[in-house]
Antibody
């Protein structure tokens, strides 16, 4: 069974740091682009960051640039999100997401989000 | 950045009554659009990708259509388990990936 399990969410003070982890199983992790998507309480979905299968390319939303870092360890089938200088507005459920593509769309990097973890909750508050 | 706009914000239908949800992109995204379903307290689930291809295990009552800037998700005969929030997302021009604000499908 394809599965993504997040961990590491916690209550942290503004300015603090947190490291989220995502354990992948049931598929060849090293072949897939992976992302983090977040959802603030009562709000919609917001893409946070994406990483290439070999880790050589990383992308993130402007609001977290310079503060959050996405990384992966393919030997451990794990995805990470290092979160520094946390702000109240970073409070959200953070989802680990696998990306996939259909045959012809892969060439153009058209990836949709086909598998989602259950999420881990990050609360930034004093 | 491509802005995705969904309408209506809330759609009230009776079980078995056809439901039509709309999504508009601020510029052409070809067919690079996905739809997700989210129930309270759960993670989103992929329903449709490529604007019209159902994901594995998704019932045939869900269908997607459109290309360019206008897209539609249709639920032909909603069942009780289909009442949820639905999001569209473009993956044509990224970063960033962008989502619509969601449409809540509720029981009338």
């Amino acid at each position: 069974e394809v599965q993504l399990v997040e961990s590491g969410g916690d209550l942290v003070q503004p300015g603090g740091s947190l490291r989220l982890s995502c354990a992948a199983s049931g598929f060849t992790f090293s072949r897939y682009w992976m992302s983090w998507v977040r959802q603030a309480p009562g709000k919609g979905l917001e893409w946070v960051a994406t990483i290439k299968p070999d880790g050589s390319e990383k992308y993130s939303v402007d609001s977290v640039k310079g503060r959050f870092t996405i990384s992966r360890d393919n030997a451990k089938n794990s995805l990470y999100l290092q979160m520094n200088s946390l702000r109240v507005e970073d409070t959200a459920v953070y989802y680990c997401v696998r990306e996939d593509c259909s045959s012809t769309s892969c060439y153009y990097f058209y990836y949709y989000m086909d598998v989602w973890g259950r999420g881990t909750t990050v609360t930034v508050s004093s | 950045e491509i802005v995705m706009t969904q309408s209506p914000a809330t759609l009230s239908v009776s079980p078995g009554e056809r439901a039509t949800l709309s999504c508009r992109a601020s510029q052409s995204i070809s067919s690079n659009l996905a739809w997700y379903q989210q129930k309270p307290g759960q993670a989103p689930r992929l329903l449709i990708y490529g604007a019209s291809t159902r994901a594995t295990g998704i019932p045939a009552r869900f269908s997607g259509s459109g290309s360019g800037t206008e897209f539609t998700l249709t639920i032909s005969s909603p069942q009780s388990e289909d009442f949820a929030v639905y999001y569209c997302q473009q993956y044509h021009n990224w970063p960033p990936y962008t989502f619509g604000q969601g449409t809540k499908l509720e029981i009338k």
